[in-house]
């Protein structure tokens, strides 16, 4: 039996995802794993199409396909993104078409959950039949349940293969409606000397896309500065090398335009505005590639304190994930959700109208610098980034160690003395039962009466 391991680390050969397909290829030595590194040799499989066509008539000789990837910003890399986006455009389909496909995934398990939800997707529309996914830890190898727990997926996704199991679709497939949008003429809001500034891919790829930018730019006094990032130049996706970790300096840095770009456009700006069109089931690996540079910058929210929005083309209405993939990296950066204007929803009018009070409400919002509160993503975010940065991340990613440090985000509860005591105490005193009967009776009283001092009791009617 042939399997195919499909890539997606930049670092090739050299990665830890590769550790994990290694070991399941030990376990399973009458099975055999062929590698294919597409997201390190994405370039010359774009370029080169010879080189492409004959990745995957090998990818199509396999029995089944193992999505082998690192997490990079709640999804796949720019690069492996990128190769997806090729089987799609050079019709490659037919390769991937009836096979068995699993997912396997290293991360520090932040939004794991979201990047699986798009190779799932992603194996729908390829029409395979997925069989599962499977998140581990970069660190799990070193512990035996976790050893144990891998083998098992390895033998029953091979059992799956074997018996050809059947999988049913659990994504159902995108469908674009085409409207073009016609625009009115937007009354323009004064942006009270805010710096507006819209980053698009390629608004020439999408007619629906340059007609909504033109008109959210209009949409603001004076008209917000349009940047699109196939003008800047950016030689490539991040590599994961992680020679950032240390000062923040990307190994690209001097080399090409990204960071330049980044701290002094997209960092001068007080509102943001992502402008793009859906690509599969997410944007274009152009935006990919946008998010996983600035990953220069670390764990830290480097774009703090912005308004962000954004402007999609495509069916965004029935791709949610990709709506929290946003919804969640906003948060992590400490922004304010400005929301999606989408062009999948409503008439022309109703268009015009959403991207108008967009204008409008970033305005409003930057001007009181409201920030919303934040929410499970970056509360649970936080405390995986808070805890990995603490231990055994900090050698690496020492700028960002310096940065919790220095903005008070190590806040364990371990060292909140006082409630440590009055839990302790309390717990003590509710093992008498009659303390513990009076506790239970004025719980709830107990629960709000400590709000008395914000807030006047309402009269009783
Ligand atoms: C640019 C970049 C983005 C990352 N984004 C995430 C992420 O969103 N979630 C996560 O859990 N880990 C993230 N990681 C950590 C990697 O997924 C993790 O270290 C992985 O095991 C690396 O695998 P590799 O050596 O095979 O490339 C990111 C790492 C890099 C370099």
Same mark, same amino acid.
């Given at each position: 039996?042939?399997?195919?391991?499909?890539?997606?680390?930049?670092?090739?050969?050299?990665?830890?995802?590769?550790?994990?397909?290694?070991?399941?290829?030990?376990?399973?030595?009458?099975?055999?794993?062929?590698?294919?590194?597409?997201?390190?040799?994405?370039?010359?499989?774009?370029?080169?199409?010879?080189?492409?066509? =004959?990745?995957?008539?090998?990818?199509?000789?396999?029995?089944?396909?193992?999505?082998?990837?690192?997490? *990079?910003?709640?999804?796949?890399?720019?690069?492996?993104?990128?190769?997806?986006?090729?089987?799609?455009?050079?019709?490659?389909?037919?390769?991937?078409?009836?096979?068995?496909?699993?997912?396997?995934?290293?991360?520090?398990?932040?939004?794991?959950?979201?990047?699986?939800? *798009?190779?799932?997707?992603?194996?729908?529309?390829?029409?395979?039949?997925?069989?599962?996914?499977?998140?581990?830890?970069?660190?799990?190898?070193?512990?035996?349940?976790?050893?144990?727990?891998?083998?098992?997926?390895?033998?029953?996704?091979?059992?799956?293969?074997?018996?050809?199991?059947?999988?049913?679709?659990?994504?159902?497939?995108?469908?674009?409606?085409?409207?073009?949008?016609?625009?009115?003429?937007?009354?323009?809001?004064?942006?009270?000397?805010?710096?507006?500034?819209?980053?698009?891919?390629?608004?020439?790829?999408?007619?629906?896309?340059?007609?909504?930018?033109?008109?959210?730019?209009?949409?603001?006094?004076?008209?917000?500065?349009?940047?699109?990032?196939?003008?800047?130049?950016?030689?490539?996706?991040?590599?994961?090398?992680?020679?950032?970790?240390?000062?923040?300096?990307?190994?690209?840095?001097?080399?090409?335009?990204?960071? !330049?770009?980044?701290?002094?456009?997209?960092?001068?700006?007080?509102?943001?505005?992502?402008?793009?069109?859906?690509?599969?089931? /997410?944007?274009?690996?152009?935006?990919?590639?946008?998010? !996983?540079?600035?990953?220069?910058?670390?764990?830290?929210?480097?774009?703090?304190?912005?308004?962000?929005?954004?402007?999609?083309?495509?069916?965004?209405?029935?791709?949610?994930?990709?709506?929290?993939?946003?919804?969640?990296?906003?948060?992590?950066?400490?922004?304010?959700?400005?929301?999606?204007?989408?062009?999948?929803?409503?008439?022309?009018?109703?268009?015009?109208?959403?991207?108008?009070?967009?204008?409008?409400?970033?305005?409003?919002?930057?001007?009181?610098?409201?920030?919303?509160?934040?929410?499970?993503?970056?509360?649970?975010?936080?405390?995986?980034?808070?805890?990995?940065?603490?231990?055994?991340?900090?050698?690496?990613?020492?700028?960002?160690?310096? *940065?919790?440090?220095?903005?008070?985000?190590?806040?364990?509860?371990? =060292?909140?003395?006082?409630?440590?005591?009055?839990?302790?105490?309390?717990?003590?005193?509710? =093992?008498?039962?009659?303390?513990?009967?009076?506790?239970?009776?004025?719980?709830?009283?107990?629960?709000?009466?400590?709000?008395?001092? /914000?807030?006047? =009791?309402?009269?009783?009617?």
């Amino acid at each position: 039996m042939k399997i195919a391991v499909i890539n997606g680390s930049p670092k090739g050969q050299v990665s830890v995802t590769m550790q994990y397909a290694r070991f399941l290829q030990l376990k399973f030595p009458r099975a055999r794993f062929e590698y294919f590194d597409v997201a390190q040799k994405i370039n010359k499989l774009e370029g080169d199409k010879k080189e492409f066509e =004959k990745t995957i008539r090998r990818i199509k000789s396999a029995n089944a396909v193992l999505w082998a990837f690192p997490l *990079y910003f709640f999804l796949v890399s720019s690069q492996y993104k990128r190769f997806i986006e090729l089987i799609f455009e050079r019709r490659a389909l037919a390769a991937f078409r009836g096979k068995p496909a699993a997912v396997l995934t290293t991360s520090i398990n932040f939004f794991d959950s979201t990047a699986q939800i *798009y190779m799932n997707g992603i194996c729908d529309d390829l029409g395979m039949k997925y069989f599962g996914a499977y998140s581990a830890e970069m660190n799990d190898m070193h512990k035996s349940a976790e050893r144990k727990r891998l083998a098992a997926f390895g033998e029953l996704f091979l059992a799956a293969v074997r018996k050809n199991e059947p999988a049913h679709r659990n994504y159902p497939a995108v469908v674009a409606k085409r409207t073009a949008f016609q625009p009115g003429r937007p009354k323009p809001i004064k942006a009270g000397g805010k710096k507006v500034l819209i980053i698009a891919d390629d608004i020439e790829k999408s007619a629906n896309l340059k007609k909504m930018v033109k008109y959210l730019r209009e949409s603001f006094s004076p008209a917000a500065d349009l940047v699109q990032l196939k003008d800047i130049d950016i030689k490539g996706g991040c590599l994961g090398c992680m020679q950032c970790g240390m000062d923040n300096v990307c190994v690209y840095e001097g080399k090409d335009g990204f960071v !330049d770009f980044f701290n002094n456009q997209v960092k001068a700006a007080d509102i943001l505005f992502f402008a793009g069109a859906v690509r599969d089931r /997410y944007l274009s690996s152009s935006w990919k590639c946008f998010f !996983d540079r600035s990953f220069f910058k670390g764990h830290t929210p480097a774009l703090k304190g912005r308004q962000i929005g954004f402007v999609i083309s495509g069916p965004l209405g029935q791709i949610t994930n990709l709506r929290e993939m946003m919804k969640a990296y906003i948060e992590m950066q400490s922004c304010n959700l400005i929301g999606f204007v989408s062009d999948d929803a409503g008439t022309s009018g109703q268009l015009s109208a959403a991207l108008q009070n967009a204008a409008g409400r970033a305005v409003d919002f930057a001007s009181r610098g409201y920030i919303q509160p934040p929410t499970f993503y970056s509360v649970g975010g936080g405390k995986i980034f808070r805890d990995a940065v603490y231990s055994r991340l900090r050698p690496v990613f020492q700028a960002d160690h310096r *940065y919790y440090k220095e903005h008070g985000f190590y806040n364990f509860p371990q =060292k909140n003395y006082k409630w440590r005591l009055i839990n302790n105490t309390l717990i003590l005193l509710l =093992k008498i039962p009659r303390v513990r009967r009076e506790f239970l009776k004025r719980m709830k009283v107990e629960m709000t009466r400590h709000f008395d001092r /914000y807030i006047k =009791k309402p009269k009783q009617v």
